[in-house]
């Protein structure tokens, strides 16, 4: 999978904390960074972008990152940020609390509120960073794999850091195609984890944020399926259709058109994907739900501007990105 890789090891050793800060700043916002090793501060990280979410493999010595105050809001605040330790340990420290990480171990948090992150050795951290616009319409909970105190939770915890483990390890080797995918994957264990705690915490009826979380992520799993529809939703969810359109009231577009929505935006990549292969518009379309190749044209026309063939033929003719950039 393409990624953007940064190094430390080519700057003097009296600008590498300064570096490693600026490489920090420029994906999670501003943040004050302090190495805490005596030795050579050889830090390195690999971004990658997958569907909506970056992802970040970092590997660096003792240092500690801390975001003081929230005075400086930039654009990359829009985000919350989930942390799965790989190697070595780290603190935690927001809200005036203290969580800490052990191999395996995640937490998610925002980071627009003060918080500071200490790794005490040399540690390999896999950092998410997922749009708020994901969870639109719900507070989310700040969630710690050492606050895990009931069996479903716990269980939900576990999977889904097994997931970014395996995750983080294949990051390298997986094609750019399936980056979507894995970012549904992830989003879907997330939502699923947030639905238990809400669950938990305000009984068996999720609040709207919630449900609606689990509706897309439902959506994004069945977009395959011609049959996906209100109904299929509101009988797999067990809620009413009327339900479901109060959840979607404070959203941009309908549910029923955020589906068409998801399945135009999968075509095009996938169109996107097959540029310079033969590769039948049709069997595509049909492939993310369509029935009709007309009403395929038609939409996807009015999404992007051009026919399904055009946006391919143009697709094939741009040169060919550089899979790996080095800083």
């Not at 990624?3 to 300064?18: C, G, I, N, Y």
């Not at 719900?138 to 269980?155: F, N, R, V």
């Not at 689990?214 to 797999?236: G, T, W």
């Not at 479901?244 to 095009?268: A, K, N, P, S, Y």
Request: aromatic fraction near 8%.
């Amino acid at each position: 999978m393409n990624a953007l890789h940064f190094s430390t090891l080519l700057e003097h050793p009296a600008d590498r904390q300064a570096c490693w800060g600026r490489i920090n700043t420029s994906y999670f916002g501003a943040l004050s960074v302090q190495c805490l090793d005596a030795g050579t501060f050889d830090a390195r990280m690999d971004a990658y972008e997958l569907g909506p979410l970056g992802m970040f493999m970092i590997e660096a010595p003792s240092h500690r990152v801390a975001r003081p105050d929230t005075r400086s809001e930039i654009a990359l605040d829009e985000h919350y940020k989930l942390v799965l330790q790989l190697e070595g340990h780290g603190h935690i420290s927001q809200r005036d609390r203290e969580f800490h990480l052990h191999p395996g171990d995640w937490s998610l948090y925002d980071p627009r509120v003060p918080y500071a992150i200490t790794n005490p050795e040399r540690s390999r951290l896999l950092a998410i960073t997922i749009p708020r616009q994901q969870f639109k319409g719900m507070k989310i909970p700040d969630l710690h794999t050492c606050e895990a105190h009931t069996p479903a939770m716990q269980g939900l915890y576990a999977v889904l850091g097994s997931f970014l483990t395996s995750l983080a390890d294949q990051l390298p080797s997986l094609p750019n195609a399936v980056g979507r995918s894995v970012s549904d994957t992830v989003l879907g264990l997330l939502a699923s984890t947030l639905a238990t705690h809400s669950d938990e915490q305000f009984g068996a009826h999720p609040v709207p944020g919630v449900l609606k979380a689990r509706v897309k992520q439902f959506v994004h799993a069945h977009l395959a399926d011609p049959a996906l529809s209100l109904d299929l939703i509101a009988q797999q969810l067990r809620c009413s259709k009327r339900y479901l359109h109060r959840v979607f009231e404070d959203e941009d577009q309908t549910l029923d058109r955020f589906i068409w929505q998801m399945r135009l935006e999968r075509c095009g990549e996938a169109l996107r994907n097959a540029a310079g292969r033969r590769a039948s518009v049709s069997e595509i379309a049909f492939a993310w739900g369509f029935n009709s190749s007309a009403h395929f044209c038609r939409a996807f026309k009015a999404q992007y501007g051009v026919s399904p063939r055009e946006f391919q033929r143009r697709e094939a003719e741009k040169p060919a990105a550089s899979a790996m950039l080095t800083h």
